[in-house]
């Protein structure tokens, strides 16, 4: 692409990425971007020997380094992929962009909004693409709950409900809530309309001086609150959320191969009694059902939206906006979590 | 015994109970109160003649009222057990500790901290035994978890997590809080030792005026934290408490019929790395392991050690000091929610 | 009734029923002919003490008998429950037939095919009723399973596949096959149309002499092949049941508290390939439904359906020809196992 | 190793390997073939030009063909991966063997015992290897069963019991029998003492004239009985295996993450009554203990002890003669379920 400066025949574009990063996700984001029909990658960065070993094992034909600048300065390369530790992001996505590059950042976006604010602005200026790697949107099942929202199918929103535990991985620079609540932070976002207004975190650390144990309360307009539970030290792996309607209400278990969403025909509607002033409660029981999800790699999806955004010069819906959005959240827990649950206004 | 007012003869002593509240739980109260060897029920009193019905129909013997003075004020009733809702408590109880009777009282104890120290007190100067009716502490699970607890076999607590979520039931008088958490409530206080410092808690009303679905952050001394997530708006029943400790943690799953509890080897330790400050995590995964739990019937348990309690003249650990320290925090989680998330010290 | 043998006033009927034998099932038997309205208890017998000791605790006002014949030859007992080893019903419901009353029997109805024909015609000759407690069928599950054989919604059906496995109960009398297998023999009875073609059986024991762990399989008209798989040395409880027709799936698994029955919109379909004789073989997999099933008690559903087939003259589905067919799939099992898996034809 | 015919320096070797097959399971057989230490792949023939792209997609620097004998009669090829359906792999091992290649065959070994034997006497003859993929017994739950068994653990064996239903694959060639009773076979073949002594076998056929429903009882010395129910109707994948033990049970569910294996301790025992003759049985329910599992993939052990078998001429447990037991059995159960449950000796 960057050879030819040619859109015309976008059929046969091949995008070039090189890759930062190929720890724990790297490999996954390498392995997709070979499979995916536009991408390629073209070359891959780690500080670590060993890392970069694996990845010559897996991939003889490529090329790889331990110096980022060889990506970042490649005039062979069209696209970044920033998948490392979450304080390098800025800098690294900072100097893709400056290089002409488009970036695709691992979540969270950035360590602060201001990072982010900036390599939005930089991006728009140089008109290049950001993509975060919010890769839960595009599960088949946040799919098919999105279409369960937009269509009213659940009614008007009463609660998001989230409990994402697990033991570790701690991580030396982050706490839970920055490791694994990004996830669920970048779905709400997705799903629940309107504004966030406001913030309680609560926590606690137990061992190397970072919160393992955290809990948000993240209250929205309409009396819809959503509530995101973050464990490093569970000895069970749980990836559950349950979202109550008006009309229907869902609970999506991730860690199920089959029936991830299960979608109640249950509710609880309120009716005025005999009686002056007398509330009466009616529940209704009906039917569960459990949709049948699409079958994609979700990592796979995005990083075939994100060729069709660079070659079609498409907005992504996750990009740095939205990544700023989930970042803004992170750090307004992050200052309730150090007074104990006070109140953050977003 | 009120019959001959003779303590010597234990062992034939027949407590003669009249139980007020035949609505959800007091047939439960009355069949066991049945079972106990050194009880029975003499008299059942509910405001509701469909009720009484149901009263007579299932022991055709049995006195039947719908004006509690009758039990409260029969010479031959010795004690009474208050299984009505939470607001008409304190007056039922008062009058039964003034007409000489021991008491067995639903949770929660009282509306108010108030009313629960000078029942307390009223108690006491009479000779008479609050028993507030926490059934879980007589569970097999938890005679378990506490086994374990005490004996260290879980090392230092990190976290107490519980997730309490159904489907209604709906009160008009009492939020989520005051309905579901005093069971989780009694639990932690029972497990948990020191002193709870102070509460957060955050939730929602979609319905009727009060919370339907609320969460609580209760922090304790030495970096322990209890959770506690209560929904009366959930498509799904669960009940479902994680404990982390320094050495083993456990899962305590109420609603399975096998293998309630899961104490899992599993951890996490932190030690110093080579480099200077460095700080490293080490995991330990090992076995699970399911205890076999004593298959008794709680509220048997229970209302056996109420018996006990009144025969043996001992005080019950589930008296009215513990039916006090719940209320407390009820009382504080109430002033929370109202200020969206404010500490509440204790 | 007996007490004015009018059959006018229907509503105001009360039948007085004996029961024979309180021990496991029993008291299930006696609390729910209480709560059923035209029926009520009057007698329980037991040859064992404690049993009655217990009966009398619970139902003080009761006459209780170690003598089957008090309650066989009362004038004032209208219908006879047989709760007892199967190896005493032919004798016991043959006793009542002959003293003019209805009879409620457990299953198995008898210990060979020749008793159940026998009670069969004595109960035609005296016009009296005979129901085999084949308690399963009065299920919400049941009713609803056979609501979707019966409307078509699974379509043709493929096979019946039982689970029924858990630890014990050893009995000395009999073996597993007729311990467990009733149950799905006469669900599949109920279930299932045309008759029951030919048996293999296979299993072993390891105890007392008996067969501890079996499999059978029944082969059906039209390709329809059933299969029933009972263990009394599974350490764990199992009662799950797989239905496969040509349109729709279930999977019954009647241990958990909601959603037993989960009907799947899955299948397979053969279609002619483009080559001659070339067959092609399409799967469907949609969603997953699972139905809202009625709350009732079975057995109190079962009573007083019995209660309604005497005071209105109407002949139960389960009535000795049904217990007979059981009985007969129960010999032609026997006689299979005995030879190591011989096809018995029925 | 071709290259210089040189044993040793063993830790330098290099098995050069063709995999012949890349559809369903050949792709997993290659990446892990690179991924073992002393393998590595050299050719990939596919009769289908999309299989052969795929694999050039993700390994460019390999050689593809659609013609077998390229890799049959390659010099530069020092062993063969068979990855076909089961009625090719007679005659592409037979020409591998001739060509003086080791042979990695796909389960089951052959279609019948004949070409089994054949097999093996070439092998011999030539001193080359021949494994036969039975990759189940190289994961971590059947390594911790044989331990179990081995040890002693489980006491006495009573039965296995496995349950393994999905819907399809349907295969024009085989029926359920042949492709899902392998897996069982094996294990049964690698924990159980002592030649199976006879097979019934019931089933149906209701799509494309092959059992796409089936039931096997084999019979064991000592009363140990083994039943084996696949299915390619069933709306669910279940994977379950019951091992019952004199003094411990196990159930090995192989779908879910974690704790695969729960050991039981559960049992029962006779002891002697007081009356002559009199047999009590005793229940022992005690703990539930879930052994920590090696994490490796099965597939790369397998194959890491192919190379290890090659390089240092070891007979593996897996061999042409694991291979011929599992088709022997293969073929008694196909008699008997001819015969509708036939008693089949082996």
């Not at 098919?144 to 535990?165: F, H, M, N, P, Q």
């Not at 993240?218 to 009396?223: G, L």
């Not at 008006?246 to 999506?252: D, P, Y």
């Not at 409660?281 to 994609?296: C, F, H, I, K, T």
Request: hydrophobic share 40%; with cysteine.
């Amino acid at each position: 692409m960057s050879q030819n400066g040619n859109f015309n025949g976008a059929k046969t574009e091949m995008i070039r990425v090189g890759v930062i990063g190929y720890g724990y996700w790297g490999p996954n984001v390498v392995r997709n971007f070979f499979a995916v029909d536009h991408t390629r990658v073209d070359m891959i960065c780690d500080m670590n020997p060993n890392a970069l070993a694996r990845a010559k094992k897996n991939y003889p034909g490529l090329e790889v380094t331990t110096d980022p600048d060889e990506i970042l300065k490649s005039p062979k390369i069209d696209a970044v992929a920033v998948v490392t530790p979450v304080w390098t992001h800025y800098k690294l996505a900072k100097a893709a962009l400056e290089n002409g590059k488009h970036v695709f950042v691992e979540k969270p976006f950035t360590s602060t909004s201001e990072q982010a604010k900036e390599l939005i602005e930089l991006a728009a200026r140089k008109n290049l693409k950001i993509m975060v790697d919010h890769t839960f949107l595009f599960t088949g099942a946040v799919r098919k709950i999105r279409e369960l929202t937009e269509s009213g199918a659940l009614g008007d929103l009463y609660y998001y409900d989230s409990l994402r535990v697990n033991l570790g991985l701690f991580q030396h620079d982050v706490s839970v809530i920055w490791d694994l609540a990004p996830h669920d932070l970048s779905i709400m976002d997705h799903l629940i309309k309107g504004e966030p207004e406001a913030i309680v975190a609560t926590g606690e650390c137990h061992l190397n001086g970072v919160e393992d144990v955290a809990f948000m309360t993240i209250y929205f307009p309409n009396n819809v609150i959503a509530h995101i539970n973050v464990n490093w030290l569970s000895p069970v792996k749980i990836r559950m959320t349950m979202i109550g309607g008006q009309k229907k209400m869902l609970v999506w278990n991730d860690l199920v191969a089959d029936e991830k969403i299960r979608v109640y025909d249950k509710g609880v509607q309120i009716t005025s009694g005999d009686k002056v002033r007398e509330l009466l409660v009616n529940y209704r029981s009906g039917d569960m059902w459990a949709p049948q999800l699409e079958q994609v790699e979700a990592l796979h999806a995005e990083l075939e939206y994100f060729a069709d955004c660079i070659l079609n010069d498409k907005t992504p819906f996750n990009d740095g906006h939205a990544g700023l959005r989930v970042v803004r959240m992170l750090e307004a827990a992050d200052r309730s979590i150090k007074k104990r649950g006070e109140l953050v206004r977003l």
